[in-house]
């Protein structure tokens, strides 16, 4: 038995979803901007793989606020 750090094997939905979390919790409705932010980040470092995920982060944020009744 090793004592090293414990390791989660999240699948790429669940950490897309853990960062939708992450973003509601700190920034709440506000969060929108700081996706976009992120978006703009990567974007301008010409990663695009990174504005992908983000994407895949406001997508799943939305659903979050609609389920709340926050977004129409």
Do not use: F, Y
Not at 2 to 14: I, K, W
Not at 23 to 47: C, K, P, S, Y
Not at 58 to 71: D, F, M, T
């Amino acid at each position: 038995m090793t004592s090293g750090p414990r390791r989660l094997d999240l699948t790429r939905d669940q950490e897309v979803w853990g960062m939708a979390l992450w973003v509601e919790r700190t920034h709440g409705e506000n969060g929108w901007m700081h996706i976009a932010m992120e978006q703009d980040r990567w974007l301008a470092a010409g990663e695009i793989d990174g504005v992908a995920l983000w994407r895949e982060v406001q997508r799943c944020w939305e659903e979050l606020q609609a389920a709340k009744g926050q977004i129409q």
